[in-house]
């Protein structure tokens, strides 16, 4: 099975800053990786897809890139509703594993 | 509007069996994959298995940790999916959810329902 390790796992930051985060696959999977933010109670929502591509309706201050088996997503500004969870996903192969997730919290 | 609402969780006995129904509405069923997610108290996303499209059969993947135990279909004719659960471990305790497949690859999940609640417990 592919494995996605997404760095760090907690993030405290403040209102305006830009943010990374990394997953990092444990072999190649081309693009197929997605993000994913969730707010706690809520499902979660697609935010990046292929890696890079923003998913219709989402701020461009979200974005996805990639490096050979490392993707980030970045955001570029923070807004007030942007702390929650993130997660990434591979759909290069089955099993389609998820990331064990980066909590984003307001410092 | 898209719209998945999942049903049938509750609280079951380890051993026993439940099932899991997904309503959807908005899109057309027949040409998507959908797939069924669950997350345990407090914990991370766990991807259970899929439906490929009737295009593709209606094949279906599935985790390991519950494969031979788990049985998702779907119904195209009524826009329902399906996730039948046997032998139940208390470690299938979660929220299951279930997700539309984005139309064409690859096929990240675009739409979630808002979940249901199993406890497998004594």
């Known amino acids: 099975d592919i494995q996605l390790t997404q760095s760090p796992s907690f993030l405290s930051a403040s209102v305006g800053d830009r943010v990374t985060i990394t997953c990092r696959a444990s072999?190649?999977?081309?693009?197929?990786l997605a993000w994913y933010q969730q707010k706690p109670g809520k499902a979660p929502k697609l935010l990046i897809y292929?890696?890079?591509t923003l998913q219709s309706g989402v701020p461009s201050r979200f974005s996805g890139s990639r490096s050979g088996t490392e993707f980030t997503l970045t955001i570029s500004s923070l807004q007030p509703e942007d702390f929650a969870t993130y997660y990434c996903?591979?759909?290069?192969?089955?099993?389609?594993?998820f990331g064990q997730g980066t909590r984003l919290e307001i410092k | 509007e898209v719209q998945l609402v999942e049903s049938g969780g509750g609280l079951v006995q380890p051993g026993g069996s439940l099932r899991l129904s997904c309503a959807a509405s908005?899109?057309?069923?027949?040409?998507?994959?959908m797939d069924w997610v669950r997350q345990a108290p407090g914990k991370g996303l766990e991807w259970v298995g899929r439906?490929?499209?009737?295009?593709?059969?209606?094949?279906?993947e599935y985790a390991a940790s519950v494969k031979g135990r788990f049985t998702i279909s779907r119904d195209d004719s009524k826009n329902s999916l399906l996730l039948q659960m046997n032998s139940l471990e208390t470690e299938d305790t979660a929220v299951y959810y279930c997700?539309?497949?984005?139309?064409?690859?690859?096929?990240?999940?675009?739409?979630w329902g808002q979940g249901t609640l199993v406890t497998v417990s004594s």
């Open positions: 997700g539309r497949g984005r139309y064409g690859d690859p096929r990240d999940i675009d739409f």
């Open positions: 908005g899109f057309t069923f027949s040409d998507h994959y």
């Open positions: 439906t490929r499209n009737k295009a593709n059969s209606h094949t279906t």
């Open positions: 072999q190649g999977i081309s693009s197929y």
């Open positions: 292929a890696a890079s």
């Open positions: 996903q591979q759909l290069n192969s089955y099993p389609m594993t």
